[in-house]
């Protein structure tokens, strides 16, 4: 890291300052875990928790929570770090659940069925599901903290941006202690706010019983609860469900977190300000190669406005903000204001500096651009997304930062105070209108979007509907089933499934994906011939005809001529649940990531 000139930190000042912030990234972190409880993602496990709100909570309720969150920081750990077999062992493990979960719930429903089954683990003096005095399951430490576990395999929260930059972290920077902290403190801080509802469902239940007399039937209920989730996650159900329920609001507290509390090379943010200083430029030094300019240093950038954007050519948020970014580049560059464009790879193909070249050349781009392949850049600023914007000033402090999409007036505003403070004069008007992007650089229809962004390889897969199981980087026949719910998808054809991508070995071959958007992208390659592969998409059966994207035809007609992102269906009628399918029609064809606008 490069510090001004006289602004060198004690190594025990440093180490103050480096605790201090681990302690915030803590409390951050667990504040995002108690921010699930508004999250529609908690309620496949809600049953589970309620089954035990009858009980004494020290006994049941509490080795409960510590169980789940115990059992989702380790999975969580070794699904960021570890390998294909990490995945085995949670679905494995989900199997195992469930039918431990299934059982908890036939003593809730029967008092003789949980007599018979608890026998022959009196016989074996380990009672995990022994009724109790009352009927109901014993409220011991051992049951209690197995249903936990058990709970904790099954819970997979929703990826919102606290979670996800801690798992971000963890890819990036390798397992670590720290990562592991960071899990258990986002599991504890869901714990915490299952444990209030697990309180307030006792009172509510006692107060049943006490007025009602309905004792039985609630556990009856409950039981019928417990079997009705564990149905809906064994058949996916509940992803399709919950993916109908806006999450807006809890990404934007948890968004409102981190930019409250959000570390800047290696500094605390400083107290809300007009344009605080949050950190210094670090070395650019890690780029593998620059294009459109030399090779660029902090020392050599001293007296110009600086803007970092943290980019990647198949990335549909990325492309959506590059107007903007060009927009500013072009109306300020005569007026002290670097554009650096930061390309961090998501895929391997972005990687090439050949691909990154003609990407360049065809969005227009003619700002300095520095290839980050080995994430040296990305590290030294502590980033966490694409897009990211960082604002620095003339003396090298970065003033201010902005991650996603939008915030475009405020992000100008800062850039002109910025040339102002650093002796610039004469600026254009501000509000420069902004010529709306095309294709996939148009701006996204946000209150139609309820489809989340889908890779088709294995290592990140979700939701995948065919009936074949995915057999990992061998070649498998798939076929699309007949009816898939809402954000599923299917393969049929000859395909290969790798960690990244899926590789369609000879046409023909297709992907159906059942979608909620108006506008559908899909990251596509030709295959290892890299010849041309021509496709057609359908919408709901049909050719897309007016509804087409900007690389298909009203026919749904196109073709594959390189590695990047496709805008495949963009509706301008009738936006809303729809069946896309994309079949290819000759030659060998790669599939990356659906994205959604």
């Not at 908890?104 to 995990?128: C, E, K, V, Y």
């Not at 400083?270 to 190669?289: F, M, N, Q, R, T």
């Not at 899926?502 to 295959?527: N, S, T």
């Not at 001529?561 to 290819?584: A, C, D, K, P, W």
Request: net charge neutral.
């Amino acid at each position: 890291m490069e510090w001004p000139c006289g602004c060198g930190l004690a190594a025990g000042h440093y180490e103050q300052i480096a605790r201090t912030i681990n302690m915030i990234l803590v409390l951050l972190v667990f504040l995002g875990g108690v921010l699930t409880i508004l999250s529609p993602c908690i309620l496949p496990v809600l049953p589970f928790v309620f089954a035990r709100s009858q009980q004494k909570f020290l006994t049941s309720g509490l080795p409960m929570l510590v169980g789940m969150a115990g059992t989702f920081a380790g999975i969580a750990t070794l699904a960021a770090v570890g390998g294909a077999w990490a995945v085995r062992v949670n679905q494995y493990g989900r199997i195992i659940a469930m039918v431990m979960l299934a059982a908890f719930a036939a003593t809730l429903l029967s008092r003789r069925l949980a007599d018979w089954m608890s026998r022959p683990f009196i016989a074996l003096g380990n009672r995990l599901i022994s009724p109790g005095a009352n009927g109901e399951p014993k409220s011991g430490v051992i049951p209690s903290l197995l249903l936990g576990v058990a709970t904790g395999f099954l819970w997979a929260p929703c990826a919102g941006p606290i979670l996800g930059l801690v798992l971000t972290g963890a890819a990036l920077s390798g397992p670590s202690a720290h990562t592991t902290a960071l899990l258990f403190a986002y599991a504890a801080g869901a714990a915490a706010s299952l444990a209030v509802a697990i309180l307030a469902g006792g009172r509510v239940f006692a107060a049943l019983k006490r007025f009602l007399g309905t004792g039985e039937w609630i556990r009856r209920a409950l039981g019928v609860g417990v079997l009705l989730a564990l149905a809906a996650i064994a058949t996916g159900a509940d992803s399709g469900v919950l993916t109908r329920v806006s999450l807006a609001g809890t990404t934007r507290l948890e968004q409102s977190l981190i930019e409250t509390i959000h570390p800047v090379d290696g500094l605390p943010v400083a107290a809300k300000s007009d344009l605080a200083v949050e950190g210094y430029i670090p070395s650019l030094s890690g780029a593998v190669s620059w294009m459109n300019s030399p090779a660029l240093t902090p020392e050599g950038l001293r007296g110009k406005v600086v803007l970092i954007d943290f980019w990647t050519y198949s990335c549909i948020n990325c492309l959506r903000a590059l107007p903007f970014v060009k927009a500013w580049y072009e109306k300020y560059k005569d007026y002290g204001l670097v554009v650096i464009g930061v390309h961090a790879p998501e895929f391997a193909f972005e990687k090439d500096p050949a691909n990154v070249a003609r990407a360049i050349r065809e969005l227009g781009i003619t700002y300095p651009v520095a290839l980050d392949n080995d994430y040296a850049i990305w590290r030294g600023f502590h980033n966490q997304y694409w897009p990211a914007h960082y604002f620095i000033d003339a003396t090298g402090a970065i003033r201010s930062h902005h991650f996603g999409e939008g915030n475009y007036r405020e992000s100008e505003q800062t850039i002109r105070q910025m040339l102002i403070e650093a002796g610039y004069t004469s600026l254009p008007p501000a509000g420069m209108t902004v010529a709306k992007g095309t294709g996939a650089e148009a701006p996204a229809d946000e209150a139609h979007v309820l489809s989340p962004e889908t890779y088709i390889g294995y290592r990140r897969a979700q939701s995948f509907a065919s009936p074949e199981p995915v057999v990992r980087d061998h070649l498998q026949l798939y076929s699309a089933p007949s009816d898939m719910g809402i954000n599923q998808w299917a393969l049929a054809g000859s395909w290969t499934i790798e960690g990244q991508k899926a590789v369609l070995e000879k046409a023909p071959g297709k992907i159906v994906y059942r979608f909620f958007a108006r506008d559908l992208h899909l990251v596509l390659g030709p295959g290892t011939g890299a010849a041309p592969v021509r496709f057609r998409v359908q919408l709901d059966g049909a050719a897309p005809g007016a509804n087409h994207g900007a690389d298909t035809d009203a026919h749904g007609e196109g073709i594959i001529r390189e590695e990047r992102l496709y805008q495949l269906i963009r509706q301008s009628t009738n936006v809303g649940e729809h069946v896309f399918s994309i079949e290819f029609l000759g030659g060998d064809a790669q599939a990356y990531a659906f994205t959604f606008g």
